[in-house]
């Protein structure tokens, strides 16, 4: 059965400081992982990683894959009240279907 | 649309009574999603459509759940007979393909009393 863990599943912080989210997966087909922001209910997509070692960056957020060692981070730089959100990493396997297989989260609140 | 529409966004449902969700992807997509998502927990996979077939109802909890896409576009999801187990947010999301990150609607909030 595929598997995704996230940790911290939760992390509370000061405007400005930096965050690493971190998550590691088992899966049998890999094809790629995504990583969503989910605010109140639609998650928002963020990136989808399907090479190791090419980091991806979108403003202050950038994220990373290693399939040797099966896991990514997404790390978020200067961080603002605006970033407090749940994020939500996925793996899709490619198993027929192309569904997504999540982890539980993070829950990150960023304090002014 | 500009984006994945779903209706209602809350449901009140007696334990018992069926409901039907309703999703309308973005135009043009051809895959098309349902998850469900439990309090504190990620989206689960529930079935997946590709433009009017469905080729992938293997996450569909028990068959009381039913998902239809008649026409290759909007998608209903059914539950018969409601149990309070069923409370969750229901996710729809649409994508343009296979290597595609997808779009998620903003759910539908039901709650089984």
């Known amino acids: 059965e595929d598997k995704v863990v996230q940790s911290p599943l939760s992390l509370v912080v000061h405007e400005g400081d930096t965050v690493t989210l971190n998550c590691s997966y088992e899966?049998?087909?890999?094809?790629?992982l995504l990583w969503y922001k989910q605010e109140k209910k639609a998650p928002t997509f963020l990136f989808m990683l399907t090479s190791s070692g090419i980091e991806k960056k979108s403003g202050r957020l950038s994220s990373i894959l290693d399939k040797k060692e099966l896991f990514s981070i997404l790390n978020i730089t200067a961080t603002q009240t605006g970033d407090s959100a749940v994020y939500l990493c996925a793996v899709n396997s490619g198993a027929g279907s192309y569904q997504l297989t999540f982890g539980k989260g993070t829950k990150l609140s960023v304090i002014p | 649309g500009a984006g994945v529409s779903q209706s209602p966004r809350y449901k009140v449902a007696k334990r018992g009574q069926d409901v039907a969700l309703r999703c309308d992807p973005i135009?043009?997509?051809?895959?098309l999603f349902w998850y469900q998502q439990a309090l504190g927990q990620g989206p689960e996979f529930l079935t997946y459509f590709q433009n009017e077939a469905q080729l992938d109802k293997s996450g569909l909890p028990s068959d009381r759940f039913f998902a239809e896409r008649p026409e290759g576009s909007v998608s209903t999801l059914k539950i018969q007979r409601t149990q309070q187990e069923d409370s969750a947010v229901y996710l729809c999301?649409?994508?343009?393909?296979?290597?595609?990150?997808?779009?998620f609607g903003s759910g539908t909030r039901l709650t089984v009393v």
């Open positions: 899966v049998t087909n890999f094809r790629s």
């Open positions: 999301a649409s994508s343009p393909g296979q290597a595609y990150g997808y779009t």
């Open positions: 135009s043009g997509h051809v895959s």
